[in-house]
């Protein structure tokens, strides 16, 4: 999923399905990352649209740009 970040867009996975009867928010949202499911309406992230194939295909390769800025 394309979903919104605090600097634009970020790629997302969707994690936990919430059936539609018991979803309380008439808006879809993300969870913010780093606070998994959790989040208070004001923080959650709004889910943009499905990401595209070329979008998933850079997921491996940015997975180790952050890897290698966490070591830095």
Same mark, same amino acid.
């Given at each position: 999923?394309? *979903?919104? $970040?605090? @600097?634009?867009? +970020? %790629?997302? /996975? *969707? &994690?936990? =399905? *919430? ?15 780093? @606070?998994? !499911?959790? &989040?208070? %309406? +004001?923080? &959650?992230? @709004?889910?943009? @649209? !499905? $990401? ?6 850079? !997921?491996?390769? =940015? $997975? %180790?740009?952050?890897?290698? /800025? %966490?070591? *830095?």
């Amino acid at each position: 999923m394309k *979903v919104e $970040a605090d @600097r634009g867009e +970020d %790629l997302g /996975v *969707v &994690c936990h =399905k *919430v059936p539609q009867s018991e979803f309380k928010e008439e808006k879809p949202t993300a969870g913010y990352r780093g @606070r998994g !499911l959790a &989040c208070d %309406l +004001d923080d &959650c992230k @709004r889910i943009i @649209r !499905l $990401a595209t194939d070329e979008e998933r295909a850079m !997921l491996p390769m =940015k $997975a %180790l740009e952050e890897a290698h /800025v %966490l070591q *830095v």
